[in-house]
């Protein structure tokens, strides 16, 4: 089982809709969380971090959930410029504070 | 600010041959750094780390080798290309928090 797992979609979804999706992870000592931005054979950029009370940053929601070991993200009245591949990202203690990657959501905003 | 450069930007090299790719930031001092490979359609995966000069970390056996000479300088390289080197390479680095931030990325396609 991957430490970090993501649905690689993609999702295809209308522009100005909601879309929401999560990323677990299986070792309960990780520490820190993020969301990375991948445009296409572009690197991937931090799109924000996800704290313990969850935090929003205008139309993009990220939500931690400890005790089921998952972190989401919620992207409000989409734009076709949210299409992107989203990874999912942790860190833990005893790894010297390496990241740990998911594979990436894909997702595809249409008009 | 700090910023993070990699060159070249696309590199296409047949088997066999070497390969040196290099990384520099700017604005900083003593970084940690990373370079990752991205394979077509796939997640990162990390290659070697950095935390000071002279000292690098693997984490995954292959014919690559990583070099820091310098503090803000981080060089990838490899003796002997094989087919399956082909791929995006990432470098990044670090400041005190463990968020990371990449470079333009290196595309390599080994023919």
């Known amino acids: 089982r991957k430490e970090v797992e993501q649905d690689p979609g993609p999702f295809n979804v209308p522009e100005g809709a909601t879309v929401a999706f999560n990323c677990t992870y299986s070792n309960s000592a990780s520490q820190s969380f993020f969301w990375y931005r991948q445009d296409c054979r572009k690197e991937p950029k931090l799109l924000m971090s996800v704290y313990s009370s969850g935090n929003e940053d205008g139309r993009f929601t990220a939500q931690l959930n400890r005790a089921s070991q998952y972190i989401s993200l919620l992207i409000r009245d989409s734009k076709l410029s949210d299409s992107a591949t989203y990874l999912c990202?942790?860190?833990?203690?005893?790894?010297?504070?390496?990241?740990?990657w998911g594979a990436g959501t894909k997702l595809i905003i249409k008009p | 600010s700090q910023t993070i450069h990699q060159w070249p930007a696309t590199l296409v090299q047949p088997v066999g041959s070497p390969l040196s790719l290099e990384c520099t930031v700017e604005g900083t001092s003593n970084p940690n750094l990373y370079w990752y490979r991205q394979a077509a359609g796939r997640g990162l995966q990390l290659l070697f780390y950095s935390v000071g000069i002279g000292q690098i970390s693997s984490e995954v056996p292959q014919n690559l080798s990583a070099s820091r000479p310098q503090d803000r300088q981080f060089i990838l390289s490899s003796k002997k290309l094989l087919l399956s080197d082909s791929g995006f390479y990432l470098c990044?680095?670090?400041?005190?928090?463990?968020?990371?931030?990449f470079g333009p990325g290196t595309r390599l396609t080994v023919l």
């Open positions: 990202v942790v860190t833990r203690r005893d790894s010297n504070y390496q990241l740990i």
């Open positions: 990044a680095w670090n400041p005190i928090t463990d968020t990371q931030y």
